[in-house]
């Protein structure tokens, strides 16, 4: 069994040291069950450790970003209707206005009455518009905002750690697991996501570098000396309506696969640290399964060595079900009871950080039992378009869109491979082209780092046109170019984009 393969002993003292703060009485969120124990539980039903006023918050920014999305294909059915229409231009560009908020290229509507509408390429034009809309409201709002992040960070080194860094799978409908499932502040979370969840050992290494170089050269988020550690953990998903077929399909939608890959990662990742840096360097595991079609999570809690046991974790959605007709405090020590029931000898820094995460997801499992029913109705994949690179901090939404990490084509080649096939289904095999907005976010004090992000950006578009040449021949694959200045709140640079018509170049 992978848990004997760790060498070194848990310094449990250290987590347990450090004074624990609640996350409630920090503030993270105004949660009335957490700063009311023992409520009763509410009239309708609800769980009494969830907030309500939060998920309906949540549940408008959703509705509403998905529905402008969702608006483009019957509103370009609608134009296209009209083509031959003798004042085609003006009523297709109002009902863009008016349902798409936004105006159609001219010269492409224009042309309408010599051949047929190019359909394809003013769906990409309409996918990339609404995203671009949605990117400046994003970062022009902060619709996502959690009241007091500051309090979450300072809860999190209670708990004994000073990062937190999840790899989720870049399966989109994992794409929500930080401010939704997990109802973290997206800010303060590294989410790095990847195929089936298996995360480059490497890049995380660099960040375990970077993150303890800050603690020691500037003290953030702690200082060195703090006895505090990194935690690196991965989500991996499964499916409880259709096991077989809406499960990882990096893992052939084989929910052990799926976590054993993840806890395979994740322990060699631990061995690298441990190989690599002196002193007793080591770093923190987490094991958390997401059930996609519920948003329910289980948790394999650690043992007091920091060992994971696949078999052995804490269910969410058994504990929601259980713990519903308690009182806030009473709910709250059945869960942590449960965690010790599934592991004796967990550190108290783990157990709290488990509890909080465990108790934030029951609001996701009411958000999707009040806004879905007992699941959500597209189990499957929904996404509406891929994200190519690296950034995409905007993107916290299930099924929004499916996320590749990149430098290269070549080594993200397995990432893109599966997407493009998901897209196959979704989108070219009903005549639509496979929207994919190649994204580079840059440091922007970095002299020159905007102009090796978009060289960046043109050289991974062309890769991509070369390896998908089949759908980019016929119109099938369509891109956006996108830059940022992930330093400032600045809205997203627009770089190129396949999809507006410009004759000499084809990208501009
Ligand atoms: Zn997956």
């Known amino acids: 069994m992978q848990r004997t393969q760790r060498k070194m ?32 539980p509410a009239a309708n039903g609800a769980h009494p450790l969830t907030n309500a006023v939060e998920n309906a918050r949540l549940h408008e920014y959703e509705r509403g970003t998905k529905d ?4 483009i294909v019957p509103t370009l059915r609608e134009i296209s209707a009209l083509q031959h229409e003798s004042d085609f231009v003006t009523r297709a560009q109002e009902l863009a206005r008016d349902r798409l908020g936004f105006e159609l ?12 509408l190019d359909m394809r390429s003013l769906f990409a034009k309409c996918v990339f518009a609404t ?28 708990c004994g750690f ?8 870049a399966d989109g409908r994992l794409a929500h697991v930080i401010r939704y499932v997990l109802r973290l502040p997206h800010r303060s979370v590294r989410r790095k996501s990847y195929a089936g969840a298996m995360f480059d050992v490497e890049d995380s290494i660099e960040k375990w570098v970077e993150t303890e170089m800050l603690r020691y050269r500037e ?5 060195a000396d703090a006895p505090t550690r990194y935690l690196k953990a991965v989500a991996y998903h499964y499916s409880s309506v259709d096991p077989a077929h809406q499960g990882c399909a990096a893992h052939g939608s084989d929910t052990d696969r799926a976590a054993a890959g993840g806890l395979e990662r994740l322990l060699a990742f631990q061995q690298a640290i441990e190989n690599s840096f002196c002193c007793g360097a080591s770093i923190d595991l987490l094991l958390i399964g997401v059930d996609t079609d519920t948003d329910a999570i289980r948790v394999h809690a650690p043992d007091g060595e920091g060992r994971i046991d696949l078999d052995r974790y ?10 519903q007709s308690l009182g806030a405090t009473a709910a709250r020590e059945r869960l942590h009871d449960a965690i010790r029931e599934c592991s004796p000898a967990v550190t108290e820094g783990m157990r709290e950080l488990v509890g909080f995460l465990l108790e934030n997801n029951f609001s996701q499992i009411e958000y999707v039992r009040g806004f879905h029913g007992r699941h959500y109705a597209d189990i499957g994949h929904a996404e509406r378009f891929i994200g190519a690179g690296v950034g995409f901090e905007e993107i916290q939404l299930r099924n929004l869109m499916y996320f590749a990490y990149m430098n290269t084509v070549e080594e993200s080649a397995p990432d893109l491979d599966v997407g493009i096939k998901i897209f196959s289904g979704l989108n070219a095999a009903h005549g639509l082209p496979i929207p994919v907005v190649v994204r580079y976010d840059y440091h922007g004090e970095v002299p020159g780092a905007r102009e090796r992000a978009i060289e960046h950006c043109r050289r991974i578009d062309k890769a ?33 984009c396949s999809a507006t018509p410009n004759p000499a170049s084809g990208a501009h």
């Open 131 to 158: 995203y671009k809309r949605f990117c400046n409201e994003f970062f022009a709002s902060d619709p996502l905002r959690v009241a007091d992040a500051t309090g979450f960070d300072a809860f999190l080194q209670s």
């Open 9 to 40: 002993g848990y310094e449990q003292s250290k987590a347990a040291t450090a004074p624990l703060r609640r996350p409630g009485a920090v503030g993270l969120s105004s949660v009335p069950a957490r700063q009311a124990p023992g409520r009763a």
């Open 162 to 169: 000073h990062t937190l860094d999840i790899s989720p799978c």
């Open 105 to 116: 290229p001219e010269s492409v509507l224009e042309d309408a009455w010599i051949e047929q």
């Open 219 to 223: 003290g953030r988020p702690n200082t």
């Open 464 to 496: 991509l046109r070369a390896r998908y040449s089949d759908l980019a021949d016929r119109g099938l694959l369509h891109t956006l170019l996108v830059v940022r200045d992930c330093d400032a709140s600045n809205p997203i640079e627009i770089v190129a």
């Open 68 to 71: 402008r999305f969702d608006a």
């Open 314 to 323: 804490v269910d969410a959605m058994s504990l929601y079900d259980s713990t």
